[in-house]
């Protein structure tokens, strides 16, 4: 059960658009399509951004997106904004039945 | 509306043991599978443990496997963790989780509580 693997921090300036990626296994990410991102503010619970890979809960601004391809799975954020700086991390179910998260990306809004 | 509140962590010492507890409320609670999920200080989220709705069938993160064992009482509309045999890597907030579909998989946690500090240290 080892961690997906994901950039430690990405930075981008107001309106830009950030990416970023979630690496698994055919275990993992490359053989579901369950893969989910939350959004951690500090001192704060986690809040499910995108789920089953690329669908929005209701609420969830559309500047997100999700995709995969193969063993990755990708977070885009588009129209950066201030509120958007946080951590985040990728999910994913695997092979065991059982649930796998990434190690988080810490996003900075310059 | 949904809600989940976490209860019984705090200071432990290690090889010590804690009951955790999640209550909920704002849905029907058998239907939901429910997990734990813990973020040690400054570090990551890790899947700790999962349940089904009827809490026949339970799953486990290699790491807790043998040591926690976690239940549901779906009278009382409450989930919970047993924590045995602590070591101080497991300091962490706990937060249970709720499914985000009536389904026979945990992989998605549409509601989180707040979450449990247990520290363990002598």
């Known amino acids: 059960q080892s961690a997906l693997t994901q950039p430690a921090s990405v930075s981008g300036s107001p309106g830009q658009s950030i990416t970023i990626s979630c690496t698994g296994t055919?275990?993992?990410?490359?053989?579901?399509?369950?893969v989910s991102w939350y959004q951690q503010h500090p001192g704060k619970a986690p809040k499910l951004m995108i789920y089953e890979v690329s669908n929005r809960p209701s609420g969830v601004s559309n500047r997100f997106s999700g995709s995969k391809s193969g063993n990755t799975a990708s977070l885009t954020i588009s129209g950066l904004q201030a509120e958007d700086e946080a951590d985040y991390y990728c999910?994913?179910?695997?092979?065991?039945?059982?649930?796998?998260f990434g190690g988080g990306t810490k996003v900075t809004v310059l | 509306e949904v809600h989940l509140l976490e209860s019984g962590g705090g200071l432990v010492p290690p090889g010590g043991s804690l009951r955790l507890s999640c209550a909920a409320s704002g849905f029907t609670f058998s239907n939901y599978a429910m997990s734990w999920v813990r973020q040690a200080p400054g570090k990551g989220l890790e899947w700790v443990s999962g349940i089904l709705g009827s809490g026949a069938t339970t799953y486990y993160a290699d790491s807790v496997k043998g040591r926690f064992t976690i239940s549901r009482d779906n009278s009382k509309n409450t989930l919970y963790l047993q924590v045995n045999s602590l070591k101080a890597e497991d300091t962490a907030i706990y937060y249970c989780?709720?499914?985000?579909?009536?389904?026979?998989?945990?992989?998605?946690?549409?509601?989180w509580g707040q979450g449990t500090m247990v520290t363990v240290s002598s």
């Open positions: 989780a709720k499914e985000d579909t009536s389904s026979d998989y945990v992989d998605t946690f549409d509601v």
């Open positions: 999910c994913s179910y695997t092979s065991s039945s059982t649930v796998v």
């Open positions: 055919t275990s993992d990410v490359g053989g579901y399509d369950f």
